[in-house]
């Protein structure tokens, strides 16, 4: 299953209890649902768990039952109505909304003035308006409504929090979103999923570990050209010499030097040095090399 069914199903775990919160949570649930207007409350899921919270949430929040809902068990797309007009305006009460005003869907901060109550209203937009990709992917959290007042006023309340999201618009939806592994695990703990921040903390760790790796890995391969390419120019160097007939009359220290690297044109500098019996250091072998390499020069 999905990162973001999973998590879900973690923020299902959490039991429904103080009313306060219960009602911030549909409230969050509300705004970013389906539906919500002065004449209609629609939500839909195909989440088995979330299913099973709403009539919970909705009878601590609101004191009321859906007109409309799924048979238990059901599978698939799974829709949760009110249409009956006292049950809506007794919602839109609740929340501080005026039932004859034209629900403009702004939110109203009055009910999240408790922290609880804030992460309580956050988790209900996730629910709703949610969705985490895979952290081993791609840090990617987005929150999604068609309310774009709605949206801007989330954003709002996210930057008093202390995390600034980024947001964009998109065929006519309004989306929340963050990109930074540690805002994405911050805002899942306080929604309640910290098993889900865990995740994305482990798989940031795994990532980092495999890049240093590569990175190492690439590095060790740049100095293994790097060795290729000088070896082939110091052989290149001694051949110069032998066809000149000059090898023979090098100094001894030199012509074993050149003799050792025609044998051993695949080793590096410092493996070669362990050749010599005894072993010569690699900074005397370098200066060696490098004195084959200027004779040759001077051919
Ligand atoms: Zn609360």
Not at 39 to 54: C, G, K, Q, Y
Not at 131 to 160: C, F, G, N, W
Not at 205 to 234: G, H, P, T
Request: glycine fraction near 4%; hydrophobic fraction near 40%.
């Amino acid at each position: 299953m999905s990162f973001s069914f999973d998590t879900k199903n973690e923020l299902c775990r959490l039991p429904v209890q103080k009313l306060c919160c219960a009602r911030a949570e549909a409230y969050g649930i509300l705004l970013y649902c389906n539906t919500f207007s002065s004449t209609e409350v629609r939500i839909i899921t195909e989440n088995p768990n979330f299913a099973a919270r709403l009539p919970k949430l909705f009878h601590r929040a609101f004191n009321l039952h859906f007109d409309r809902q799924p048979e238990p068990g059901a599978e698939g797309k799974m829709v949760f109505q009110i249409t009956d007009r006292k049950k809506l305006d007794h919602i839109t009460n609740l929340l501080g909304y005026d039932p004859r005003q034209n629900l403009v869907l702004h939110v109203n901060f009055a009910m999240l003035e408790e922290e609880c109550c804030r992460a309580s209203f956050l988790r209900g937009i996730f629910f709703a308006g949610g969705s985490i990709t895979d952290p081993l992917k791609r840090y990617h959290l987005e929150l999604t409504t068609s309310h774009a007042q709605a949206s801007r006023e989330l954003d709002v309340l996210l930057r008093e929090c202390g995390y600034p999201p980024k947001s964009v618009s998109r065929n006519g939806s309004f989306v929340t979103y963050f990109k930074q592994s540690d805002q994405i695990e911050d805002f899942l703990t306080m929604i309640g999923a910290p098993v889900a921040a865990m995740n994305v903390m482990s798989a940031k760790l795994e990532k980092d570990l495999r890049n240093s790796v590569n990175r190492r890995l690439n590095c060790d391969s740049a100095n293994l050209d790097k060795a290729v390419l000088a070896s082939q120019e110091q052989l290149e160097a001694i051949r110069a010499l032998q066809t000149a007939g000059l090898l023979e009359q090098l100094p001894d220290k030199l012509q074993l030097t050149a003799a050792l690297r025609l044998e051993n044109p695949e080793l590096t500098l410092s493996e070669l040095a362990e050749e010599f019996d005894p072993p010569v250091s690699k900074s005397c072998l370098n200066h060696r090399l490098r004195k084959i390499l200027e004779l040759a020069k001077g051919l």
